[in-house]
């Protein structure tokens, strides 16, 4: 018999339909989601899929977020996969070029490149019921998918106030996650909208550097020292040449991580002995009783993200800087009025308001079983079965959604414990006979009750604060109740009895990659 001719996996071309190409699995992102699917697919025997990245490069947020002062406040052994230690760490507390390094280092060693798809975002995922597939549609041409594992992260896209009159600001306007490098702040009038955790990393950057800094301030953040060292080359060198050694560093952060989840998650009256230390860290970095009393929260630390930072206050409390406690409300021309009424001039402003989270954009662009988009699923908040699936969007495996986040400890761990799943997931249909699976509505309802139900009691509900973690209804859709040890024993495996299964009823030509 004469073998199948192999085709192609570049995408089709509006003008040549016929032509799609098909494939196991479609990831969306570059980040360490799409990676850490990738390396786990091909780890998995599926060598069939493509990783659908609309910029340039991988890396996701830590491509994006290459502003001044950019770096992680995990530690940097924890920050990595589990199955790629990196004992060249040059810091404990990496910084965002390092992480981005590794990321491409992560695509190299692991045979990544011929999957990745560069400058091919992904404008509308269709279920096609007639077929059991997704119908993957890109800025680039389209593929069709058995299943597509959606790892655009919730940290991609900036998010910007409505302010009446920025479209007439004369000077320059940015995001944090957008920084405009070509800009010379040298001398300006800058003023940060924002302190959160890029705007608390970007002030110390370029205070020194400008002329007048604003920073205009809604909340204060807690704030705790930053214990950030550079990692000495004999450590680098146990590390590499004794393996065991990264472990034995890994394991201990993990456990002390962990060993915090309590206070966290089931009895936030014992995060007063970590708030009296942030206390003592903003009476040590300001001496001025009255800007002091500015920068004091009102709420419970961990309520929203604690802040690691020892140049954070230093840098407010400079002669050329000036703390606003109020939102920015109107600009007219180059004056910023914040909603008090207080005035500032301005020749730039950076925007560190954070991103889409609870309202994740990529939802607007998936359409289910019944023809409807996954944000008209969510518009009552999201939810998903182990923070992975979603009924009524079969073979739609999220990675980092809802509720998965965390407040304490290291994404990447989450990330791992839902490719477990995903990768069970595949195995399992495969083992069954199937096509697709989706959740059960009640499976889905029960877990998420459930999940609220254990939320109640968690700092982020009862610390009396307003964070990002809450949507428009005041519910957190974001952060996980638990441990990250629990999470994983949660998506160790699939649970059949969760789910529906479908089969394919007419037969797909299958692409073979060229």
């Known amino acids: 018999m004469a073998s199948s001719p192999k085709r192609s996996t570049q995408p089709s071309t509006p003008d040549d339909p016929l032509a799609t190409p098909h494939v196991r699995v479609a990831v969306i992102g570059s980040g360490f989601g799409g990676l850490g699917a990738g390396v786990r697919l091909r780890r998995a025997g599926i060598t069939d899929f493509v990783i659908l990245e609309r910029a340039g490069s991988v890396g996701g947020t830590w491509r994006d977020n290459s502003y001044p002062g950019c770096a992680c406040d995990v530690p940097s052994h924890l920050y990595s996969f589990s199955f790629a230690p990196n004992p060249e760490w040059p810091r404990s507390f990496s910084r965002q070029p390092d992480i981005r390094a590794y990321l491409e280092k992560v695509a190299d060693v692991f045979g990544l490149r011929p999957h990745l798809r560069f400058h091919t975002e992904v404008t509308e995922l269709r279920w096609e019921r007639e077929h059991t597939r997704w119908r993957v549609t890109t800025r680039a041409g389209s593929w069709t998918a058995d299943a597509v594992v959606s790892a655009s992260g919730p940290l991609a896209d900036p998010k910007l106030p409505q302010v009446p009159g920025l479209a007439e600001f004369p000077g320059r306007v940015f995001h944090s996650s957008r920084w405009d490098h070509d800009y010379d702040l040298t001398g300006k009038r800058v003023a940060v909208i924002g302190t959160g955790a890029s705007a608390a990393q970007i002030i110390p950057e370029i205070q020194p550097a400008v002329g007048e800094l604003t920073v205009f301030q809604r909340t204060p953040a807690w704030v705790l020292p930053r214990a950030d060292r550079e990692i000495t080359a004999?450590?680098?060198w146990l590390h590499g040449r004794i393996p065991a050694t990264g472990l034995l560093r890994r394991a201990s952060v993990f456990a002390m991580r962990e060993l915090q989840v309590g206070a966290f998650v089931r009895q936030p009256e014992m995060l007063r002995?970590?708030?009296?230390?942030?206390?003592?860290n903003l009476e040590r970095g300001i001496a001025?009783?009255?800007?002091?009393?500015?920068?004091?929260?009102d709420y419970r630390i961990g309520c929203k993200r604690i802040l690691l930072s020892n140049t954070y206050y230093p840098a407010l409390a400079a002669p050329n800087a000036r703390l606003v406690t109020s939102g920015l409300a109107e600009v007219r021309g180059s004056t910023l009025v914040a909603a008090d009424g207080t005035e500032a001039e301005a020749d730039a402003i950076?925007?560190?308001?954070?991103?889409h989270v609870t309202d994740l954009p990529i939802a607007e662009r998936v359409f289910g079983t019944e023809g409807h988009s996954l944000a008209e699923e969510w518009k009552g908040g999201m939810e998903a079965l182990r923070g992975s699936t979603v009924h009524g969007f079969p073979?739609?495996?999220?990675?980092?959604?809802?509720?998965?986040?965390l407040g304490n400890s290291s994404m990447i761990l989450m990330i791992e414990s839902q490719l477990n799943y995903v990768i069970d997931a595949l195995r399992t249909l495969d083992a069954v006979g199937a096509t697709a699976m989706q959740p059960t509505a009640r499976a889905q309802r029960h877990w998420n009750l459930e999940v609220q139900h254990r939320m109640r009691r968690t700092v982020w509900n009862t610390g009396g604060c307003r964070s990002w973690?809450?949507?428009?209804?005041?519910?957190?859709?974001?952060?996980?109740?638990?441990?990250?040890?629990?999470?994983?024993?949660a998506t160790r495996r699939v649970d059949l009895a969760e789910y529906e299964l479908l089969k394919r009823t007419a037969p797909v030509a299958r692409e073979v990659a060229a």
Do not use: C, H
């Open 288 to 297: 001025d009783p009255e800007l002091r009393a500015r920068l004091t929260p």
């Open 350 to 355: 950076v925007f560190g308001t954070g991103f």
């Open 234 to 236: 004999l450590e680098k």
């Open 395 to 405: 073979n739609l495996f999220f990675v980092i959604g809802p509720n998965t986040g």
């Open 469 to 489: 973690y809450l949507d428009s209804q005041g519910r957190n859709t974001i952060t996980w109740p638990g441990s990250t040890s629990a999470f994983r024993r």
């Open 273 to 280: 002995l970590v708030q009296r230390m942030a206390v003592r």
